[in-house]
């Protein structure tokens, strides 16, 4: 199994994405000539070793004759995907992603899809950009993408709109349910092409896995920061063996309920699938006796144990946390 893990410590761009893909052992050349299927002409691709803040990253820039109509609406861009020789795949994932951005467009602004003129992806650098990567992707051979939480930058940042705090709103909606944050330089790191691809494209979002690393690569942002402006992408194989398994740990502390009533939340528990359920006796503040309350059980199984702890018990709240388990091979 190959798995790919995207640092965004300094964001995502889609530049950065392919410039990462490239440190990281795809062929430029090749690239290249995916990228003559698009059919435009115009536009070239440039590829670069740059050095950010020491670090030696693969700069990728999108060339090409100045456009008299650099913004376009959703229906233009898929025009360009429908006429090209790309791959089905490709041009069905591509669309995906443009779908998307177009449509978190439409409800900040209150309009419909087909008005969205997008305030970065009018350019054809953007289909550039998007292509390249679901295509990039494939050609990797990732059976799995992890992305890490995503530094989005600070500040304000001006657009078509005037000036908007970052994240943009799109990014922010592009983003939403996966772990962000804002570190470092006042401006934006994370733009609404680098987030639309590696949320569509992505598996998981968070912690890095555990995995045996075999290749690395740097792509490099424009932009020179105070610290390396650098997306690293990370390639190998997972780093744990058959037996092992990502579980959530839900605990909560009850020192109000009968006692005679766990054993019913328990077996409800245990009826939708959990893995285990104990009961531990502690001492809380002011030595008052409680019961801490543990339910291990897999990750998809989060929301319906939580739901069922908050309506069956007495607890006011819960804690749960993500752990790593091994099985022994029976």
Known sequence: MRIAYFDCFSGASGDMILGALIDAGLKPRLLREELEKLQIPTVHLRVKKVLKRGITAT???????????????????????????????????????????ASVEAEIHQKAMEEIHFHELGGLDSIVDIVGSVWGFQQMGFDRVYVSRMNVGSGFVRCEHGVLPVPAPATLALVKGKPIYSFGAERELLTPTGAAILTTLGSEFGRMPMMVTEKIGYGAGRDELSHPNVLRLMIGTPGTTAGDEKVVVIETNIDDMNPQLYDYVMEKLLSMGVLDVFLTPVLMKKNRPATLFTVIAPSDRLPAVTELLLKETTTLGLRWHEEERTRADR
């Open 59 to 101: 700069q990728v820039m999108v060339e090409g004759k100045r456009e008299e109509k650099p913004h376009r609406n959703l229906k233009e861009m898929l025009a360009i995907l429908d006429r090209s020789r790309v791959e089905h795949d490709i041009k069905e994932k591509s669309r995906e992603i443009f779908r998307r951005i």
